[in-house]
């Protein structure tokens, strides 16, 4: 995790992300990052409508169009690396558009996995094995099988379908799962980081406090989060 001087005046260096981050009050979806937001408005507006056809020139519906649960995990991820002011703090080493190893949470990455087994996909992972055409579209090279026949769990596909952008963290609550709570999870990750003797009850607490809110996400009928 880099918290150098001036990184969270920043944003990654993507062709569709601000300079540094800002409010925006006009976001479609990806609304949890409106008060400080990495990306414009205008960006959004291909999230808004259910089934997502494409995100740019990437096309999500190769193999038919996502269910609606799998589709919200999608679109948490997108929104995470086009809107939050904090995935800057895991800008790859040599590529400054892109992000490697954010930390994200093994219950993040199986319900991930729960809402997309039965859906289908033709690559592993979505930003190498497309064949791209002469207008940066992507189209499948092989047969469209499914999800839980291409990944064998939430960690493979956590780690696999965007390369090294996600790993699975260690810890089961400095980690991140796209939603409100991730603001706590990174200061929490920023004093670890910075002092060998960040506060343990603080990290329990929130620890607890996340446990709690995800049983009761999980005990509502058919309850996953919302794009937020």
């Known amino acids: 995790m880099d918290v150098e001087s001036g990184k969270r005046q920043k944003c990654l260096e993507g062709a569709g992300h601000k300079d540094k981050p800002t409010q925006e009050n006009h976001l479609q979806e990806c609304t949890l990052y409106a008060k400080s937001s990495c990306c414009h408005a205008d960006i959004t507006e291909e999230l ?11 096309y999500w519906n190769r193999c038919g169009n996502l269910s609606e649960l799998c589709e919200r995990y999608m679109k948490k991820n997108e929104c995470f690396y086009q809107c939050s002011p904090h995935a800057v703090l895991w800008a790859h080493h040599q590529y400054p558009a892109a992000i490697e190893s954010v930390p994200v949470c093994q ?18 992972n979505w930003l190498t094995d497309w064949e791209i ?5 992507n189209h499948c090279k092989n047969e ?7 990944y064998a769990n939430g960690t493979d596909l956590c780690e696999s379908m965007w390369g090294h952008s996600l ?17 706590k999870a990174i200061k929490l990750m920023e004093e670890k980081s910075s002092s060998n003797s960040s506060s343990s009850s603080d990290e329990e607490q929130y ?7 995800r ?14």
């Open 48 to 58: 808004i409508h259910s089934p997502v056809i494409k995100v740019n020139t990437t």
């Open 107 to 124: 219950h993040y990455c199986d319900d991930w996995y729960d809402a997309c087994k039965d859906d289908l996909t033709c690559v592993n």
């Open 133 to 137: 055409d002469e207008k940066g579209e």
């Open 144 to 150: 469209c099988i499914p999800y839980r026949k291409m």
């Open 167 to 183: 790993k699975v963290s260690d810890s089961a609550c400095l980690c991140l799962q796209m939603d409100e709570m991730d603001d």
């Open 207 to 213: 620890c607890h406090h996340k446990m709690d809110k």
């Open 215 to 228: 049983r009761e996400m999980k005990m509502k009928e058919g309850a996953i989060p919302t794009v937020a």
